[in-house]
């Protein structure tokens, strides 16, 4: 099997970001509209603001997507993480993980945080191996969080 490229957003990877997100989003839960805003247009709501999206290639095909968001100085956020149901298991989420925590480190990150279900056990245990812990989360960040966790880098 070849191995999983990560490659960094471009404006025509933009449909692969929106469309791998609110699939699994709209399989587990319901698009918020800060979804749909960020998703439609993330140079806008990520990159102009200190952002980046990556995206994850596995046998030529874009497979997974994660982003990075400026949270405060010093910490960001990693949020719309997918990957597409026939590259599950595959580690590709992983290294998309890993991927965007190098990211965050060259951009100055000390800490990357994140939100989460706890609906999504393997995503959570995910997180877990990868050295996050949760932590108590701020109120109504997203209707469908209920943990949040976080990793200093």
Known sequence: MEAIRIIPFTP?????????????INEHFTLEPVD???LENPQENLLD????VIFAVLEEEIVGTVALKEHA??????????VVPAAQGKKVGWALAMAIL??????????VVL?????????INMYRKMGFREVVPE????ARCDIKMEIDL
């Open 12 to 24: 025509t990877l933009q449909p692969y970001f929106e469309a791998i997100n609110k699939a699994w």
């Open 36 to 38: 749909i805003a960020v």
């Open 49 to 52: 603001k200190g952002g980046a």
């Open 73 to 82: 100085a010093g910490v960001y956020e990693m949020t719309k993480m997918g």
């Open 102 to 111: 190098e990211v965050a480190r060259g951009m100055g990150g000390r800490k």
């Open 115 to 123: 939100y989460s279900s706890r609906k999504l056990i393997p995503a």
């Open 139 to 142: 109120a109504g960040k997203y």
